[in-house]
């Protein structure tokens, strides 16, 4: 999964005529996003959701998925976009995000506002240092589809579970 997110430009020896990778297309508010495909286990109906107690915005819960216990994190609230509202095509994308101890990987949900579709390119543009809506260290780069670019998430940046920990336990704490 590592090696997908990374941001593969023309001159690091891949080109136009190597093999596309496959990307998940969904919104955050009026905005469309993508992650690579292979982080993705996959995609659920907003379901029931078990609150806890003391965490911050970004939390939604944790829910149920067969026997096991998943975080659900609101992308649009951990991203710091306008809030998302629960809707008929909100989604809980699932998905698998390595750990950097080389560890089993951690299991999460990501709530969306819509999943579209699934799509190829096989090479993203660098991110802008600036002007996107959220932090550019978040970014692996930009693809295009159809006539619109798009941000492509880093979930091991935007998931990194040290990062969530500390961000759970400074709000905790106040």
């Known amino acids: 999964m590592q090696d997908s997110l990374q941001p593969r430009q023309a001159g690091d020896g891949f080109s136009a005529t190597d093999t596309p990778i496959q990307y998940l297309r969904f919104a955050l508010g009026t ?8 982080a993705v286990r996959e995609i659920l109906q907003v379901e029931t959701m078990t609150a806890v107690p003391l965490m911050p915005s970004f939390m939604r819960g944790v829910m149920n998925l067969r026997g096991s216990v998943v975080p659900v994190i609101d992308l649009s609230a951990r991203l710091d976009l ?31 506002d819509a999943v579209y579709e699934v799509f190829e390119t096989a090479m993203l543009e660098p991110s802008p240092a600036f002007g996107t809506p959220i932090a550019p260290g978040f970014i692996s780069g930009m693809a ?13 940046r935007v998931l990194a579970q040290s990062e969530l920990s500390q961000l759970v336990a400074s709000h905790v704490g106040h």
């Open 31 to 38: 905005g469309s996003y993508a992650v690579a495909i292979d």
């Open 82 to 112: 306008p809030g998302s509202s629960f809707g008929r095509r909100s989604c809980v994308v699932i998905v698998d995000i390595d750990d950097p101890e080389g560890e089993a990987s951690n299991t999460m949900g990501m709530m969306v």
């Open 144 to 156: 295009r589809i159809d006539k619109q670019v798009l941000a492509v998430l880093n979930l091991d």
